[in-house]
């Protein structure tokens, strides 16, 4: 497989993505989250951002990693809020194959969470991803644009890691 285009998201760009985010959730009225929830590995950077955009305490799990007193234990602990009426947002930089979104949603009704107050932000959402999320700042469609996006925090790797990442993940670039 080629290696997809490595396309920058230049800091001020990141900056914009994460205001629009913030306009959207304020102008949500009534639905507030309670918390945001950073989905680490790529999430945890935006979600930073957000919460300082938006006043909202930050909470996070690291779904990257797949250690479970980081991820999947703490979606029981998420999952039991909701039901005692706590809103979560959940917020990650890319809604690519859907993969983090969908197992995030089966995890948490697995765990006995309210669907309706869990809720996802993104900064880049595939229009071809079969997840679905809430807010967005921008969508692209995959199949008219493949490139893989090198956002601020992940610019300190080293071309090599980048482009070897690019290309484990054929599915996340069209």
Do not use: C, K
Not at 30 to 57: D, K, M
């Amino acid at each position: 497989m080629a290696t997809p285009p490595l396309t920058d998201i230049p800091y001020a760009d990141f900056v914009a993505d994460v205001s629009a985010l913030a306009a959207q959730v304020a102008a949500d009225d009534p639905w507030r989250p309670g918390f945001l929830v950073a989905i680490g590995r790529g999430g945890l950077v935006p979600g930073t951002y957000l919460s300082h955009a938006t006043g909202l305490p930050l909470l996070s799990i690291d779904h990257s990693t797949r250690v479970p007193a980081f991820a999947a234990d703490l979606l029981v602990e998420l999952a039991a809020r909701t039901r005692a009426g706590e809103r979560l947002l959940f917020v990650d930089d890319i809604n690519d194959s859907g993969r983090t979104i969908e197992g995030l949603n089966a995890a948490l009704a697995r765990a006995g969470a309210a669907a309706d107050r869990v809720r996802f932000a993104v900064l880049i959402d595939n229009a071809g991803s079969p997840a679905r999320v809430h807010y967005r700042a921008r969508r692209i469609d995959r199949a008219v644009t493949p490139d893989w996006f090198v956002f601020p925090w992940e610019a300190m790797a080293p071309a090599a890691t980048l482009t070897a990442e690019a290309t484990a993940h054929p599915e996340r670039s069209g």
